[in-house]
């Protein structure tokens, strides 16, 4: 198999859409990574340098809001938008630097927040104006609650206006389980987190001469990691899917894959349902849950190992006038998470089959 050759900075247009093809090709998918503070952000590009594989650097609304500052007023998204758009630019100044290809995504937007969308493609043009290429990559809207048809609809209004900025768009048919940023799906009907092939055929159909989409078609996901999953992960939903939509259109796919699908609430889930998808089409990997406790797990195992330094500056057990700066020095613990999380990340391009796919170039 021949690597394919690809730039170090920021992904989008025509050049994201030929990852995405060759991931087809290949059977394999880019992690997409949530991001909520330079720690995170730094463990996702280091853990890319690693696998040599681009990567995609991901943002909730929330998540933005936090990277802006928790003080920020956000009752307009405000903070969300502007959040947003500085982790876009602080990525954009390091990726060459790490040697990394990397796209630039928002995540879930349902229909209350579009005003955060909004925000972020009236900065977007502003930049792309100025500078000739989009602040983002791509944005997601979460109309999934919506009727298909509103669903469709709305998308097609947001697909118009990035397209024009050379942006992806990613949207959701059918419900992903679980809590994922103020979208609480952990009551709702089972069937309801089974996509219809249907339905993604008629968003393919109404979206696609707009301009290019991504569909997070939903199989049994669930967003979080439990100890008992009572949705199953159903992969052969996105066969069925690529099959339908290939007996419709005219123009047919050489490897008959025509869709470019998602796998959202990737963690924790069985790693043979994950190898089964990327065989379907899956081209992005979303994952929260597991980086997150990646994250976590190291810096606890450090307070828990240095307890009796991180109770006060100075004094401890060994030596009552010891002063322990070099203990609560918040850089040596945060390190350990970044390096929990960069860890994480490898064994996951790993399972996507991407690592060591590609060559990048400086």
Same mark, same amino acid.
């Given at each position: 198999m021949n690597k394919l050759k690809i730039e170090s900075g920021f992904l989008y247009g025509e050049k994201l859409i030929s990852l995405f093809d060759f991931c087809k090709a290949n059977n394999c998918a880019i992690p997409a990574v949530n991001v909520s503070s330079s720690n995170t952000i730094n463990a996702a590009l280091s853990a890319a340098a690693q696998a040599k594989s681009p990567i995609i650097i991901q943002l909730s609304h929330s998540g933005s809001a936090f990277f802006a500052g928790k003080s920020l007023d956000n009752s307009q998204?405000?903070?969300?938008?502007?959040?947003?758009?500085?982790?876009?630019?602080?990525?954009?100044?390091?990726?060459?630097?790490?040697?990394?290809?990397?796209?630039?995504?928002s995540d879930h937007c349902p229909k209350k927040k579009l005003a955060w969308v909004d925000g972020m493609l009236e900065i977007g043009q502003e930049y792309y104006a100025d500078y000739g290429e989009p602040l983002f990559s791509s944005h997601m809207l979460d109309l999934s609650e919506e009727t298909v048809d509103d669903n469709?609809?709305?998308?097609?209004?947001?697909?118009?206006?990035l397209s024009e900025l050379e942006m992806l768009l990613e949207i959701e048919i059918g419900l992903t389980g679980g809590e994922e940023d103020g979208l609480n799906n952990e009551n709702a009907e089972l069937t309801k987190l089974?996509?219809?092939?249907?339905?993604?055929?008629?968003?393919?159909?109404?979206?696609?001469?707009?301009g290019n989409v991504n569909i997070a078609a939903s199989f049994g996901n669930v967003h979080g990691v439990y100890q008992a999953k009572s949705v199953k992960l159903k992969p052969e939903i996105l066969r069925d899917c690529q099959s339908l939509v290939s007996q419709k259109i005219e123009k047919k796919d050489k490897y008959g894959k025509p869709l470019?699908?998602?796998?959202?609430?990737?963690?924790?889930?069985?790693?043979?349902?994950?190898?089964?998808?990327?065989?379907?089409?899956?081209?992005?990997?979303?994952?929260?849950?597991?980086?997150?406790?990646?994250?976590?797990? +190291?810096?606890?195992?450090?307070?828990?190992?240095?307890d009796q330094f991180l109770h006060s500056q100075v004094g401890n057990k060994k030596d009552k006038s010891a002063p322990n700066k070099?203990?609560?020095? +918040?850089?040596?613990?945060?390190?350990?998470?970044?390096?929990?999380?960069?860890?994480?990340?490898?064994?996951?391009?790993?399972l996507l089959n991407c690592k060591n796919k590609f060559e990048i170039l400086d």
């Open positions: 998204h405000q903070a969300s938008v502007l959040g947003a758009a500085s982790v876009a630019m602080y990525v954009k100044a390091l990726a060459a630097a790490y040697g990394v290809a990397v796209i630039i995504h469709i609809k709305i998308s097609a209004r947001y697909l118009r206006r089974y996509s219809k092939p249907e339905d993604v055929l008629q968003a393919y159909e109404r979206l696609n001469n707009i470019n699908l998602v796998f959202h609430g990737g963690s924790g889930s069985d790693p043979l349902k994950i190898k089964e998808s990327l065989k379907y089409g899956v081209v992005k990997f979303n994952i929260d849950t597991d980086t997150q406790w990646a994250f976590t797990d +190291p810096i606890k195992k450090y307070m828990d190992k240095n070099k203990y609560i020095d +918040p850089r040596v613990w945060l390190g350990e998470g970044e390096n929990g999380m960069t860890a994480k990340l490898v064994e996951m391009f790993e």
